[in-house]
DNA sequence: GCCAACGTTGGC
DNA sequence: GCCAACGTTGGC
């Protein structure tokens, strides 16, 4: 069941005896048309390289939620990047990663990386917006709750097995990069050898949490910044 | 440790 | 809604 669910980020939160997030729910915001104004105007990859100014920034992730509505146990898992926006401080913990591979990747996941918000499960799958990890990985709360659809019996409150990290919206990509734009480029670098041919949202299909600039996924940023094609 | 059955992910 | 891909479970 690996897979991202959120509510409200735990921090300053008053966390009551029975804290069910009071959002994550139905927050259906159809993208409000005031929402541009958020909109940050500079490239990723600029901001960060002039801040880190030789520090080596290697590490883009990529962070699938579901962009529709669907019941597990019950409770709807949609959770957009608009639904993220609507949140206070626009920011939101990264509840319900069931996957050791997935979760091994949210505990590398350092201060101010950021990550590419993927909607998956939807009419048009693909890269939405930016965000940026703004608390590094603490157990995730939902899996010792009975009544939450990732709840994990066998995990115990002294060893937590699962782990989430915060995030907070950045911006919406220039454009939605869809699914099949990503899926053209590569097939074509697969046969090029070019630097897409490894992306692991092809080659690791299920995996919900993913590097995007390390290992086998390949200078994902840097191919799309170098290219004509603007984010 | 093998592997079949099963459950989940997620595009189409 | 279908179903391929693939991770997990549990019998042996």
């Known amino acids: 069941m690996p897979r991202p669910r959120k509510r409200l980020a735990g921090s300053a939160e008053p966390a009551g005896p029975d804290n069910k997030g009071p959002a994550g729910k139905r927050t259906k915001t159809k993208n409000p048309v005031g929402a541009s104004a958020q909109v940050v105007n500079s490239s990723p990859q600029k901001t960060s390289a002039s801040k880190t100014c030789g520090k080596y920034l290697s590490s883009y992730w990529l ?47 350092k201060l101010e990386q950021e990550a590419f918000f993927y909607h998956s499960n939807c009419k048009e799958p693909g890269i939405a917006g930016l965000v940026k990890i703004v608390k590094e990985a603490y157990p995730d709360h939902t899996q010792f709750e009975k009544n939450n659809p990732h709840y994990d019996p066998s995990s115990k409150e002294d060893n937590p097995k699962w782990s989430m990290v915060d995030v907070q919206f950045v911006r919406m990509m220039k454009r939605f990069i869809t699914l099949a734009e990503l899926k053209t480029h590569h097939q074509a670098h697969k046969a090029t050898g070019g630097p897409l041919k490894n992306m692991a949202l092809f080659s690791r299909q299920r995996l919900s ?12 940023l840097l191919y799309y910044s170098h290219t004509r094609m603007t984010m």
């Open 63 to 109: 962070m699938k939620s579901e962009a529709e509505s669907r019941l597990e146990k019950g409770v709807d898992v949609k959770f957009s990047i608009e639904d993220l926006k609507a949140q206070p401080k626009q920011t939101a913990c990264w509840d319900g990663v069931r996957n050791y591979q997935a979760r091994n990747f949210l505990r590398a996941m």
């Open 209 to 220: 949490i993913q590097p995007l600039t390390q290992g086998k996924s390949g200078p994902f």
